[in-house]
């Protein structure tokens, strides 16, 4: 013991998860039956029902008045009582209930039809007060008796079930047990399901058949959920698919106004990625049950008996077209989600070649205006050329007549009119000048 410790302590410190993770693979340990044996079995949904209420239903278990919460915090409870035990499995969305108790004598392989429930363990009203809503309920008979002649046994177990047509498998390698069911449901809301097994199957092997078949049935039930959802769901898939080919045509004639169509387009799109929030984790649940499902079947290792279906065939042509109506009413979704996005696209392309068009136009405008005012301040300059040309003249006049009436000999209109080319050069060329400096500028 010590050296155990003094190993674990030469470790790092351990993860916060570590121990949880490490025992989950022993949080719900496998059941072993004693044959023969009568199992009842209900799986309840549990999406408005709490841990408490629960646990509360369970301390009317006799002797289990001292229960607690804590001891259900692991989502999985056997209880041991007088002559049967219980079996309590919390899941994301059921709750399972498994009793296993003896079987009653006029229950035996022999019997034709027997009824069960008045022979159940439970304390009286207990089973149909369990808190949740039923959606699988199944008696499961297990048996000795002969496979040498599996035929033969098959026949008793149809008077087992009442005449009924029913699926049959010998399941495990060497065929050591014989799958009797005919999956209908009773007017008590249960199912039937009968194994047969040599007397010398053992108590793990009992259990682990028991609940490879239950959790078939129960898995089976859950992939289905998907289904109904998936039949409501394709009307209204139809009609915005019809409702996306009206816009993009629409959208390639040009007859509706981009405004008009991202409106139709936003409306559009908001409807289907509600429809995916609200229904895409039932079709992924749907596909991971089926999975379960399958691997179930696959862990049988079924061998048929000549002219009777097997659990596994009957699966595959019942549960099969289901599965692919939800699995194609889900990619449906998913398609009709990216041709509304490509439509947007389009849509955006659209509005982006008009505004970009527009925005050529407003240059052209820019440009034209631009080209209007170079034209004008070309005039302007023009004209503030001759009229600077003409202050600075007629300064010149002024000066010239101001130097002859101090006595300079010069005539005044002579030297003005000398001096017009020469003022009129220098005027431009310093206008010039300014021009250039200011377009280096800008």
Same mark, same amino acid.
């Given at each position: ?114 009824? =069960?429930?008045?022979? #159940? +363990?439970?304390? *009286?009203?207990? /089973? @149909?007060? &369990? ?101 409501? =769901?394709?009307?209204? #898939? +139809?009609?915005? *698919?019809?409702? /996306? @080919?009206? &816009? ?195």
């Amino acid at each position: 013991m010590s050296s155990d410790i003094v190993l674990h302590n030469a470790l790092p410190p351990d993860d916060q998860q570590r121990t949880l993770l490490h025992n989950h693979v022993h949080a719900r340990p496998s059941q072993r039956i004693h044959l023969p044996a009568l199992v009842v079995y209900a799986a309840v949904f549990n999406g408005d029902v709490t841990l408490e209420q629960e646990c509360e239903h369970l301390r009317r278990l006799p002797g289990q008045q001292t229960l607690m919460t804590d001891h259900l915090q692991n989502n999985f409870l056997r209880l041991r009582l007088q002559g049967y035990t219980l079996r309590w499995e919390r899941h994301s969305e059921f709750t399972r209930y498994t009793l296993v108790q003896h079987l009653p004598d006029n229950a035996q392989l022999g019997a034709t039809e027997p009824e =069960l429930l008045s022979s #159940l +363990s439970l304390p *009286e009203g207990w /089973l @149909a007060g &369990i808190p949740g809503r039923t959606f699988a309920a199944i008696k499961l008979v297990m048996v000795h008796g002969n496979l040498n002649r599996p035929e033969e046994v098959l026949t008793m177990a149809r008077n087992w079930f009442g005449e009924r047509p029913v699926v049959a498998s010998l399941a495990g390698r060497n065929s050591h047990s014989l799958a009797v069911t005919d999956f209908m449901l009773r007017d008590s809301g249960f199912e039937r399901m009968l194994v047969v097994a040599p007397i010398e199957t053992s108590e793990s092997r009992a259990g682990r058949i028991a609940q490879r078949l239950l959790e078939i049935e129960t898995y089976r039930l859950m992939a289905l959920r998907g289904l109904p959802v998936a039949k409501q =769901l394709i009307p209204e #898939l +139809s009609n915005a *698919e019809q409702q /996306l @080919a009206n &816009i993009t045509a629409q959208l390639e004639n040009k007859a509706v106004s981009e405004q008009e169509l991202l409106d139709k387009l936003i409306s559009l799109a908001g409807r289907i990625e509600r429809a995916t929030v609200e229904h895409m984790y039932r079709f992924a649940a749907t596909r991971a049950y089926d999975k379960l499902v399958t691997q179930r079947i696959t862990e049988l290792r079924e061998k048929a008996i000549p002219g009777t279906q097997t659990i596994g065939e009957f699966m595959g042509r019942r549960l099969s077209p289901a599965i692919a109506t939800v699995e194609a009413t889900a990619q449906r979704m998913v398609s009709l989600s990216e041709r509304i996005s490509r439509t947007s696209d389009l849509l955006r392309t659209r509005v982006d070649i008009i505004t970009e068009a527009q925005n050529q136009q407003l240059l052209e405008k820019l440009t034209r205006g631009q080209e209007l005012q170079l034209r004008l301040q070309s005039t302007v300059e023009g004209l503030s050329i001759a009229a600077i040309s003409y202050y600075v003249v007629s300064l010149v006049l002024y000066l010239a007549k101001a130097g002859k009436a101090a006595g300079l000999p010069v005539y005044p209109e002579m030297v003005a009119g000398a001096m017009i080319p020469i003022v009129l050069g220098t005027v431009w060329y310093i206008t010039r000048r300014i021009h250039d400096k200011y377009l280096k500028l800008h």
